[in-house]
């Protein structure tokens, strides 16, 4: 397979739209592979402003390149990502908070520590500093635990704080890698609530990777199933259900029919019969 030309990493999306990827591929350089292993595409896909949508598909399909080429972690082999940028005459700047999926938390810290330093690192200090993680602390219901250290905190509470680093900067858009799928059920559940008050609330962009068609159901207004690797998108399922969702909505026929549709695609999607 030969390698795509590099792709444009960044600029502005178009016009009410957050992100943008078009025809973008990901190809990874192996000594196994002469021609490298092809992860990701051609994957094209729009998020719109302030909306949520869920990236589901199995393992090794790319949903976790995909967020890393959106954040600019790491550059496309071909097509072009577009992240719109909080302020237009700023394009260095696309204010977005990562998530991923261990809490990467820094044992020698405390929380307010932890959730601190993406302002430490920008040179933000002072009472501005402090008042930003204070209110990143409270949006995620760890303010009490701000002295605590990590070795101190629950799985769900780690993953809070993690959250909470995420959002110390106020960014417009968050990129979530699976960040519940290590905890318990019971906690799971309500981390997702949570995360729907924060979304209604912030009104922020969020995509978030997962492998449960239940919690991309149950969280997302659109539900991107992608295909085994190379991924792309396979099926896409806009959840219309009646907002703000909770326990009624998970317990409902309605989720338990979308859940249904879901699981069919990704089946499908995992096998590799799906349209193309």
């Not at 949508?53 to 967020?67: E, F, I, M, W």
């Not at 430490?120 to 605590?148: C, E, I, P, S």
Request: glycine residues 8%; contains cysteine; aromatic residues 6%.
């Amino acid at each position: 397979m030969s390698r795509s030309k590099p792709a444009e990493m960044q600029g502005d999306a178009p016009d009410e739209a957050a992100i943008a990827l078009r025809d973008v591929t990901k190809v990874y350089d192996t000594k196994v592979h002469d021609n490298g292993v092809a992860a990701l595409g051609p994957l094209t896909l729009e998020v719109s402003r302030g909306e949520f949508v869920s990236l589901l598909g199995p393992s090794g399909c790319g949903k976790s390149t995909a967020l890393r080429l959106i954040a600019g972690l790491a550059a496309p082999s071909g097509g072009r990502v577009t992240v719109a940028t909080a302020d237009a005459g700023a394009r260095s700047r696309h204010a977005i908070g990562f998530v991923f999926q261990e809490p990467t938390l820094m044992p020698w810290a405390t929380v307010r520590g932890n959730v601190r330093l993406p302002l430490d690192l920008a040179a933000v200090t002072g009472a501005d500093a402090t008042a930003r993680v204070d209110q990143a602390l409270a949006r995620v219901g760890l303010l009490a635990f701000a002295g605590a250290y990590p070795r101190e905190l629950s799985g769900g509470m780690k993953m809070r704080v993690s959250l909470a680093r995420a959002l110390v900067t106020d960014p417009d858009i968050l990129l979530m890698d699976e960040p519940f799928a290590a905890l318990d059920e019971i906690t799971r559940f309500r981390l997702n609530n949570d995360l729907l008050e924060l979304w209604r609330g912030l009104g922020k962009t969020i995509v978030f990777v997962t492998h449960s068609v239940f919690e991309s159901v149950y969280l997302s207004q659109r539900v991107l199933v992608m295909t085994a690797r190379p991924g792309r998108v396979a099926r896409e399922f806009r959840i219309a259900s009646a907002e703000p969702r909770g326990e009624d909505f998970r317990t409902s026929l309605e989720y338990a029919s979308y859940c249904r549709e879901v699981s069919a695609a990704l089946a499908q999607a995992s096998d590799g019969e799906a349209e193309r």
